[in-house]
C-alpha cells in the first residue's frame, strides 16, 4: 500500500504527482491492467508459454549475431 505525506507548503497537484510515481514504482499500474480482465487459466499458460519461446528465440538470435 501505497502512503504519501502532504509535506508543507506542497501543493495538492505536486502530491498526486509524487502519489502517481509511487505507485508506479510499485507496480500497482501494472498489477491493475493485469487483473481487468479474467483469463483462464489455460490461456495464461499459453501467454506464458509463448513469452518463453520469445525470450529463446531472442536469446538464439542474438547469441548468432555475435558469434559471426
Known amino acids: 500500500m501505497v502512503n504519501i505525506k502532504v509535506r508543507d ?9 509524487r502519489f502517481k510515481r509511487e505507485c508506479e514504482r510499485n507496480g500497482i499500474m501494472q498489477e491493475i491492467k493485469k487483473r481487468e480482465f479474467y483469463k483462464a487459466p489455460s490461456v495464461l499458460k499459453k501467454e506464458k508459454l ?18 559471426r
Open 50 to 67: 509463448a513469452e518463453t519461446k520469445r525470450k529463446i528465440r531472442r536469446k538464439m538470435l542474438k547469441d548468432n549475431r555475435w558469434s
Open 9 to 17: 507548503g506542497e501543493s495538492i497537484e505536486e502530491a498526486i504527482r
